[in-house]
């Protein structure tokens, strides 16, 4: 295996480097011996006897040797370390393992003999949630082999997708048995039918399996995928020597750690000439370099002339330190420094200064390796107390894959935890290169996202990943992509036509400018000046017969208190303020029972004027004594007091209605207490169904001087608007009401003019024949009827 030629070069790399080092362990010369662990092998505790005492038969017992290792150097398979770790815990021997860091290796009761070098992976799981947050991915597949250690980062990253809505797609526990992965229907399925739906396939494995996991994704053809994985693949092991490679464009966490200095140089002039020792080196020289074995003493002929490992490509041999090579440096360095220190020790103690320094049993080194920690030559701290050991930074990496096994390896960027999330990763976009097929950066989610004025809506038995988005409700917006809830706009703005934004309303009233405003206003002035006309026409002739027949004084009350009543809307019409509020109340209340009032004293005078035949009888000194028009200021007294009441408990004041018209505030008065408005309205209502009756019940009295139809007409309009008002007001909002208000003003108070005061205009204007005393006594006695 590549890899592990480079894990050996490595070792002896570190090995000639502190013998090189005059100030660690001078005048010492580390050696080194490789025993073949075979995991699950019936032999391995063989193997590690063999280690132990230098021979097979005897334990204990040490022949065959003349010396004695201090410690072993052991790559971290947790099947492995669990079978060999109870027989060196028997004599305390020291194992110090290179492989990626394992939390089960960590319990000091169980292996207090075991130290390792590689940093933790705590932070891997959110390293990998932050690329796919970096790129917006949330619909990702994950594909992790079984094991203790698949199982905590499945654990690690579900809870870190939880955390950030990222959904998986899938998730499949893949078998590390051969059996299994033979089993052709399963892998099928796992690596198409369920890829099918993503484009992100995330891939977690240990690399004592990588070669299953390997082969089979790429017999299968799963190409245009983006793969993001643990550690660095070789993307061609399976002997897929093609651009069509499904693992071209893989994005690679990596350890960080910086490159030592002399490593490649080193790698550039080893040769099995140089280790002949080395049977791996020897063997993977006859591969790669078309060398030819001696059949006496299997050495190496005819081979390329000065042949070097750096020729090869990088699918067969990467000059790169990889993570466990890097490992595996700093744990001979820190064997090496717990060793120095030991022996720095025992030559500081007085028995000892006059005695040759001798080597001590290797369970004496355990305090020294706990308390190890040095800056290696790249200048990384390196320690072996797992509780001092920070969680690891990670490069990210592109492998590219070309034809022929050529293959390109770009640092794209770098992810610490030990930075503020949201800083903690670095990567350049421009630089990756992308599966085969994809040319833009992929996307890889169940739903697309929901676009400002839309909400995500979750479907029924989906993953959270998986929604519909439905726009807004109206005046509520959604400024930002997939947001679960729109927000209600403040009472002072509302919803654009796209729902993304709130802006900010107009303030609007009935204004004089408005078109509504104008016309209202037009109107209400134009009818007080025609009943001024009236007036000033009714004063011109008030002594014409048809004047004095109508009780002019109450005439004039009358057309007095109906400018008013015409002028009354201007309180209504401009922007509301504490005063015109009030005013519009009690203006409106007095002058309109001012006017029905006195409709109801010319009734009842009508009455009285026809009823009373007989000289000297009671109701005909009412009539003469004018106590009909004691009506008015009765009935009036009795609204002020109503309209004082409502002033003086819960008067109208400024009010904003931010709702019935859409993108405004209106301003308008809110009545305070609606039931002293009701009140109000209600008591000028009794008063006009009161006229309107007494004028029915005297419609049909002698019309020369007779007004009585004329009155049951005017209440009969003016009753019929204010009831037509009430449903009308209660369904209308902001300006419409107040219009609806004005108008139901003007109307009644128009249908009073019209009614009792257009014939009698008629009269005195067109036809001043009829408004003579003799014409109006020669029809009385035509008539037949008194006068």
């Known amino acids: 295996m590549p890899n592990n030629n480079q894990n050996y070069l490595a070792f002896i790399f570190a090995i000639e480097e502190i013998n090189k080092n005059l100030h660690l362990l001078p005048n010492i010369s580390l050696g080194y011996e490789f025993h073949n662990l075979i995991h699950s092998h019936w032999r391995i505790l063989e193997n590690s006897f063999i280690l132990l005492t230098g021979q097979h038969e005897i334990p204990n017992y040490m022949c065959g040797t003349e010396s004695q290792s201090v410690a072993v150097l052991s790559e971290t398979l947790w099947g492995t370390s669990t079978q060999i770790g109870p027989l060196l815990e028997l004599y305390k021997f020291p194992q110090v393992t290179f492989g990626a860091?394992?939390?089960?290796?960590?319990?000091?009761?169980?292996?207090?003999?075991?130290?390792q070098v590689a940093p933790k992976d705590a932070s891997l799981a959110l390293g990998m949630v932050s690329l796919m947050l970096h790129f917006s991915w949330t619909w990702v597949g994950l594909l992790i082999t079984e094991g203790h250690k698949g199982l905590q980062f499945l654990s690690d990253i579900r809870e870190e997708m939880d955390r950030n809505k990222v959904c998986a797609a899938f998730v499949k526990m893949v078998s590390t048995t051969v059996v299994s992965y033979l089993s052709a229907t399963k892998t099928h399925d796992i690596l198409t039918r369920e890829t099918a739906s993503v484009n992100v396939v995330i891939i977690y494995y240990d690399i004592d399996i990588l070669n299953d996991v390997n082969y089979n994704i790429g017999q299968h053809l799963v190409t245009w995928k983006v793969w993001v994985t643990n550690s660095q693949w070789h993307a061609d092991m399976a002997g897929r020597n093609f651009i069509l490679d499904p693992f071209h464009g893989i994005?690679?966490?990596?350890?960080?750690?910086?490159?030592?200095?002399?490593?490649?140089?080193?790698?550039?002039?080893?040769?099995?000439?140089?280790?002949?020792?080395?049977?791996?080196?020897?063997?993977?020289?006859?591969?790669?370099?078309?060398?030819?074995?001696?059949?006496?003493?299997?050495?190496?002929?005819?081979?390329?002339?000065?042949?070097?490992?750096a020729w090869l490509p990088p699918n067969k041999f990467d000059m790169a330190m990889s993570?466990?090579?890097?490992?595996?440096?700093?744990?001979?360095?820190?064997?090496?420094?717990?060793?120095?220190?030991?022996?720095?020790?025992?030559?500081?103690?007085?028995?000892?200064?006059?005695?040759?320094?001798?080597?001590?049993?290797?369970?004496q080194l355990h305090p020294f390796l706990k308390n190890t920690q040095f800056n290696n030559s790249a200048g990384d701290q390196v320690n072996l107390d797992n509780r001092r050991k920070l969680d690891s930074e990670y490069d990210i990496l592109n492998f590219w894959n070309f034809p022929e096994g050529l293959r390109l390896?770009?640092?794209?960027?770098?992810?610490?935890?030990?930075?503020?999330?949201?800083?903690?990763?670095?990567?350049?976009?421009?630089?990756?290169?992308?599966?085969?097929?994809?040319?833009?950066?992929?996307?890889?989610?169940?739903?697309?996202?929901?676009?400002?004025?839309?909400?995500?809506?979750?479907?029924?038995?989906?993953?959270?990943?998986?929604?519909?988005?439905?726009?807004?409700?109206?005046?509520?917006?959604?400024?930002?992509?997939?947001?679960?809830?729109?927000?209600?706009?403040?009472?002072?703005?509302?919803?654009?036509?796209?729902?993304?934004?709130?802006?900010q309303k107009s303030v609007t009233f009935l204004a004089y400018e408005d078109s509504l405003g104008k016309a209202l206003t037009c109107t209400a002035v134009s009818l007080a000046i025609l009943t001024a006309a009236v007036l000033e026409l009714f004063v011109k002739h008030q002594d014409t017969p048809i004047v004095k027949a109508n009780n002019r004084a109450l005439s004039y009350v009358l057309l007095i208190s109906l400018i008013f009543c015409f002028l009354c809307p201007l309180l209504f019409i401009g922007r509301p303020n504490t005063a015109t509020c009030i005013l519009q109340q009690t203006t409106f209340g007095v002058v309109f029972t001012v006017a029905i009032s006195t409709v109801l004293a010319k009734t009842i005078t009508v009455v009285l004027a026809f009823k009373v035949t007989a000289p000297g009888r009671r109701m005909r000194k009412l009539l003469v004594s004018g106590a009909p028009n004691s009506i008015i200021p009765t009935c009036s007294l009795i609204q002020l007091t109503l309209c004082g009441i409502w002033m003086g408990t819960n008067p109208p004041y400024i009010d904003t209605d931010a709702h019935s018209e859409h993108g405004h505030i209106i301003i308008l008065c809110n009545k305070g207490s609606l039931t002293a408005f009701y009140c109000v309205l209600g008591y000028l209502g009794s008063l006009a169904l009161v006229s309107f009756t007494v004028a029915f019940l005297a419609r049909n009295l002698p019309d020369t001087f007779n007004e009585a139809k004329f009155l049951t007409f005017s209440m009969l309009v003016f009753c019929s608007v204010w009831v037509t008002f009430l449903p009308v007001y209660h369904s209308t909002k902001g300006k419409v009401m107040v219009a609806m208000e004005v108008f139901s003003i003007l109307a009644s108070s128009a249908g009073l003019l019209g009614c009792i005061f257009v014939p009698k205009c008629y009269i005195i204007l067109l036809r001043p024949d009829r408004n003579s005393l003799g014409t109006i006594r020669n029809k009385t006695h035509s008539g037949g009827k008194p006068s």
Not at 102 to 110: A, E, I, P, R
Not at 263 to 281: G, R
Not at 292 to 306: E, H, M, Q, V
Not at 469 to 493: G, R
Request: proline letters at 7%; hydrophobic letters at 30%.
């Open 409 to 503: 390896k770009v640092k794209l960027g770098t992810f610490s935890p030990h930075i503020l999330l949201g800083q903690n990763m670095s990567v350049s976009k421009d630089m990756i290169e992308w599966a085969t097929g994809i040319t833009q950066t992929p996307r890889s989610v169940c739903s697309e996202s929901c676009n400002p004025g839309f909400r995500k809506t979750s479907r029924e038995g989906k993953a959270a990943c998986c929604f519909d988005c439905i726009p807004c409700p109206e005046n509520e917006i959604a400024n930002q992509t997939d947001m679960e809830q729109c927000m209600k706009c403040p009472d002072q703005q509302y919803a654009n036509p796209q729902k993304d934004n709130c802006l």
């Open 251 to 309: 994005l690679v966490f990596s350890h960080h750690h910086e490159e030592i200095s002399g490593f490649q140089n080193f790698v550039q002039e080893a040769t099995p000439f140089k280790y002949p020792e080395d049977t791996y080196l020897v063997m993977y020289w006859s591969k790669n370099f078309r060398c030819s074995l001696s059949d006496s003493d299997c050495a190496l002929k005819n081979c390329t002339p000065n042949a070097s490992l």
């Open 323 to 363: 993570d466990e090579s890097y490992s595996i440096y700093n744990a001979v360095y820190a064997v090496a420094h717990a060793l120095h220190e030991m022996l720095f020790e025992e030559v500081q103690m007085p028995p000892m200064r006059n005695r040759e320094v001798t080597m001590s049993s290797p369970w």
């Open 101 to 115: 860091f394992d939390t089960m290796l960590t319990d000091s009761g169980q292996y207090p003999s075991l130290y």
